[in-house]
């Protein structure tokens, strides 16, 4: 199994920016696809951002493509969402997730298809 755990969540202004982290444990995080999540209160979670093995390849959730990035680094066992021109509407606990499950041509965008999950950063925005 891989362990997952997110940081730099926080509470910001609209309009500010943000860069999360999540850092996995072992020597076998390459052979991972990565995916961010978010939950709002009162919300189910929500797809955001999935990343393939080698960072190749992206995808993102319509709302969220034109300000988020996710990229990883796999010598630092580390994958990021960088977050641009935060909303309010943004305010949630953002997850990471981690599946071995599938091939690379497979962006999965369903929470069910993630195996393993960090346990969240709290991310508010003020307006």
């Known amino acids: 199994q891989v362990q997952l755990v997110e940081s730099g969540g926080g509470l910001v202004q609209a309009g500010g920016s943000l860069r999360l982290s999540c850092l996995a444990s072992?020597?076998?995080?390459?052979?991972?696809?990565m995916g961010w999540f978010r939950q709002a209160p009162g919300k189910e979670r929500k797809f955001v951002a999935v990343?393939?093995?080698?960072?190749?390849?992206?995808n993102y959730a319509d709302s969220v493509k034109d300000r988020f990035t996710i990229s990883r680094d796999n010598a630092k066992n580390t994958v990021y969402l960088q977050i641009d021109s935060l909303k309010p509407e943004d305010t949630a606990v953002y997850y990471c997730?981690?599946?071995?499950?599938?091939?690379?041509?497979?962006?999965?965008?369903?929470?069910?298809?993630?195996?393993?999950w960090g346990r969240g950063t709290q991310v508010t925005v003020s307006s």
């Open positions: 997730a981690a599946t071995a499950a599938y091939p690379d041509s497979i962006g999965p965008m369903s929470e069910y298809q993630y195996a393993y």
């Open positions: 072992g020597r076998t995080f390459s052979t991972y696809i």
């Open positions: 990343i393939s093995r080698s960072g190749g390849r992206t």
